[in-house]
């Protein structure tokens, strides 16, 4: 099992930043990728960053060049730092982790209950 956990969000004027952290602990072997999904009113929940199991780092067309994802590999954690913000950007904000269980060939996958950035004059 694993738990995850985000925090950061909150309200943001349009052009101002927000750094979103999401930490993951648990019993798990490793961890083969960690991102960010968000979900807007009315909407499905998208992808906003993402690393993969190879390393590699993927991006919605729509934050690239403002978002920033980065993580910490000894604190299992990952972080979205988010620039230039818009009112589109306005969502709730979910990490995901994808993990390695003992005894377990598949992975499993875990969601964090989500933080509220909301981007507003």
């Known amino acids: 099992q694993a738990q995850v956990v985000e925090s950061g969000g909150g309200l943001v004027q349009p052009g101002g930043s927000l750094r979103l952290s999401c930490a993951a602990s648990g019993s798990f072997l490793s961890i083969n990728a960690m991102g960010w999904y968000r979900q807007a009113p009315g909407k499905q929940r998208d992808l906003v960053a993402t690393?993969?199991?190879?390393?590699?780092?993927n991006y919605a067309d729509s934050v690239k060049c403002r978002f920033s994802i980065s993580r910490d590999n000894a604190k299992n954690t990952v972080y979205l730092q988010m620039n230039s913000l818009k009112p589109t950007d306005t969502a709730v904000y979910y990490c995901?982790?994808?993990?390695?269980?003992?005894?377990?060939?598949?992975?499993?996958?875990?969601w964090g209950q989500g933080t509220q950035v909301t981007v507003s004059s």
């Open positions: 995901n982790v994808v993990v390695k269980r003992l005894g377990r060939a598949e992975d499993f996958a875990y």
């Open positions: 690393f993969t199991s190879g390393g590699s780092t």
